[in-house]
């Protein structure tokens, strides 16, 4: 893990004083100190339908059509069997990998309260004592993220051109209008993100709501043209189908886990709405809609295989598809919200851990420290999603692109339960074997099976994952070159302390604060600033930020402050990695003494980074770092220092 200037990275299973905890900040406000306020009873499982299953709960659109064409057309229809066999699939998909593998054992995995690939990483590299395996579990983790990643860029573009796609059912001419219509909904969707999701996100959950209800009611309608659907609920029809087609099956499956895209939403929401509302929801109300809907897709295409153009649209009738039309916008536009705010949340966190740079974070509500704006990251993902929809064409295409996504996430999820429910539950090791050995064997046939399709867009995800872990692995073997070079010039506090006792450096009225990394060796900042102004504050605070492998710390653990001498004190802040830190409101709750954050001066050092005569990182990979130094914000706004109390001083450095 890499440092910046002022925040270091502590493993918290290292520190006997910070054990696993259970509480959240309660006597700091959530709005300085990065706490989030969850939603409870039935309005938690509202907000947790709108947010948390926008993207699985929209895959009727897509998902069955998808499947039912690697064995069929309209003009050569699949026989009955085999849409009921592949009908059996989706269904038994959603029954092992969404509701037996994440609601019934991995949202058990929470990390104090918080979900997520990262919370799992977290989790797994706590209870693991090996170095060279915590560094393994981390790059699994980082690899998951990365593939979410590539997930948040699909997700936008292939929800909102099936959506818009929908038009053709009920005006054919409007054909050529899809995909300009799909890109300015997409750029209206990237845009309103800088006012927040707070005002729309009331409104999720009862369009959603109607959603559901409207999708399993078209799905129960349809069911009547050919009850014999039925037979898919038996695990038999889908066996039988992959015994008969072979090859082919394999092929299928490839298209059959696009029904549980959004899977893992389910596990990374779980901090923001609790474990119970996701788990009530899924099966009360969304899986049986799914289940409906998924079954009258495939007896209207058995009564008349036409229908496979766009069975989803044809579910209802003629005077309802523009109403449908609009409602499935309405649908993908929240179920890309969604996937975007993971986004967000997910970039938050591996800055806080290290993996990133500091870059611009708006909090856009000062009551919800989880709705955050990052401006520079969402055109990204804006830019991405544009470029796929021009590229891809239609939503058929780009599902080709979409399962390596979901299901490299879910491999790297796998792997850590493992480890998870074998150090943390103590479960015994052939129980850990026959379970997950079970999900990892599933999850490895469909991402072989999404394999086959990386020349027609599989490579997109695997693309942008590499990219991502490529930016990740540099900034942090930079940041590790000049934490090595400047430790070696680094004057240790204790040695300091007492010759400062002995000289007869001038201390002028006022506070300063010195932002970093090590608390055991002099900053950068107050070395320059005795250099060149000769004078030492009367007040000095040496201050340093510890992220801890846990998303949230307790109040009572967030700060610790030592005297080193009169007038100089040590304080040493913790944040979890779900926590934005927010260094004046955090320091004006000192007991030692009266800080007054209006009058405090904030001292930090900037890296000059140049080669050495011997350089440690290739031509190619120093560009990249620069570019990420250079570019990464600056260490005030980061810990919303106001910039004009900010002194910096560049530091030349040879790596």
């Given at each position: 893990m890499s440092e910046q200037d002022g925040i270091s990275l502590k493993d918290s299973s290292a520190d006997a004083r910070y054990p696993d905890s259970t509480g959240q900040p309660t006597s700091i406000p959530p709005q300085a100190e990065g706490g989030h306020v969850r939603p409870k009873g039935l309005g938690a499982m509202l907000a947790a339908l709108g947010v948390v299953y926008g993207d699985i709960g929209t895959s009727p659109l897509y998902a069955l059509q998808s499947s039912i064409r690697t064995v069929g057309t309209e003009t050569h229809p699949a026989q009955t069997w085999e849409v009921i066999g592949l009908t059996s699939l989706t269904f038994w998909a959603l029954m092992l990998i969404v509701t037996i593998k994440y609601v019934m054992l991995v949202m058990r995995a929470d990390h104090n309260k918080e979900g997520g690939i990262i919370a799992l990483m977290a989790l797994a590299q706590r209870v693991c004592k090996s170095t060279y395996f915590r560094w393994v579990f981390g790059l699994i983790g980082i690899a998951g993220a990365c593939l979410f990643f590539g997930d948040g860029i699909i997700t936008p573009a292939i929800s909102v051109l099936s959506a818009v796609e929908g038009v053709e059912v009920s005006v054919p001419d409007a054909s050529p209008f899809i995909i300009p219509a799909a890109i300015m909904v997409l750029l209206g969707l990237f845009a309103a993100q800088a006012l927040g999701t707070g005002k729309i996100g009331r409104a999720f959950g009862p369009i959603m709501l109607v959603w559901f209800v409207t999708i399993a009611l078209l799905g129960a309608r349809a069911i009547t043209l050919h009850p014999g659907i039925m037979l898919a609920l038996s695990p038999l029809e889908a066996i039988r189908f992959i015994v008969t087609h072979g090859k082919l099956s394999f092929?299928?499956?490839?298209?059959?886990?696009?029904?549980?895209?959004?899977?893992?939403?389910?596990?990374?929401?779980?901090?923001?709405?609790?474990?119970?509302?996701?788990?009530?929801?899924?099966?009360?109300?969304?899986?049986?809609?799914?289940?409906?809907?998924?079954?009258?897709?495939?007896?209207?295409?058995?009564?008349?295989?036409?229908?496979?153009?766009?069975?989803?649209?044809?579910?209802?009738?003629?005077?309802?598809?523009?109403?449908?039309?609009?409602?499935?916008?309405c649908a993908t536009i929240i179920a890309s919200q969604a996937g975007i705010s993971g986004s967000f949340s997910l970039c938050r966190q591996l800055i806080q851990l290290g993996y990133l740079p500091r870059t611009r974070i708006i909090h856009t509500n000062p009551h919800e420290e989880a709705q955050i704006y990052l401006p520079s990251f969402n055109w990204m993902l804006a830019f991405g999603s544009v470029v796929l929809v021009l590229a891809f064409r239609s939503s058929a295409a780009l599902a080709s692109a979409y399962g390596i996504a979901v299901t490299g996430t879910f491999l790297c999820t796998c792997v850590l339960s493992m480890v998870v429910f074998h150090r943390v539950f103590q479960w015994k090791s052939y129980a850990v074997g026959v379970v997950f050995g079970f999900f990892f064997l599933l999850d490895g046939v469909f991402f072989?099976?999404?394999?086959?399709?990386?020349?027609?867009?599989?490579?997109?995800?695997?693309?942008?994952?590499?990219?991502?872990?490529?930016?990740?692995?540099?900034?942090?073997?930079?940041?590790?070159?000049?934490?090595?070079?400047?430790?070696?010039?680094?004057?240790?506090?204790?040695?300091?302390?007492?010759?400062?006792?002995?000289?007869?450096?001038?201390?002028?009225?006022?506070?300063?604060?010195?932002?970093?990394?090590?608390p055991e060796m002099v900053p950068d900042a107050l070395l320059y600033n005795l250099r060149h102004n000769k004078v030492l504050h009367q007040t000095v605070l040496f201050v340093t930020v510890q992220t801890l492998d846990q998303p949230e710390v307790e109040a009572a653990e967030r700060m610790t402050v030592k005297e080193l001498s009169p007038g100089i004190r040590r304080v040493i802040l913790r944040y979890g990695f779900m926590e934005m830190p927010n260094l004046p409101v955090t320091l004006a709750q000192m007991t030692e003494m009266d800080f007054d954050p209006i009058q405090a001066s904030y001292f930090t050092s900037h890296d000059l980074v140049f080669r050495s005569k011997v350089p440690k990182m290739s031509l190619w990979r120093m560009w990249i770092f620069l570019y990420l130094l250079n570019n990464a914000t600056s260490i005030s706004e980061f810990f919303r220092i106001p910039p004009e109390r900010v002194m910096e001083f560049g530091v030349r450095v040879a790596i």
């Open positions: 092929v299928a499956l490839g298209s059959v886990v696009l029904s549980v895209t959004g899977a893992e939403a389910l596990y990374a929401d779980m901090g923001h709405f609790g474990r119970s509302p996701i788990r009530y929801v899924w099966i009360f109300l969304v899986l049986p809609a799914l289940t409906l809907n998924y079954f009258g897709q495939a007896a209207m295409i058995i009564h008349n295989p036409t229908t496979l153009a766009n069975p989803f649209y044809y579910l209802a009738p003629h005077w309802m598809q523009i109403p449908m039309l609009l409602l499935a916008t072989s099976a999404n394999v086959m399709k990386i020349p027609e867009g599989g490579w997109v995800p695997l693309s942008i994952a590499a990219g991502s872990t490529l930016i990740m692995t540099t900034w942090q073997r930079g940041r590790q070159l000049i934490r090595n070079t400047k430790k070696r010039d680094a004057v240790p506090m204790g040695s300091f302390i007492t010759r400062l006792t002995q000289s007869r450096t001038i201390r002028v009225p006022g506070l300063a604060v010195f932002l970093t990394s090590d």
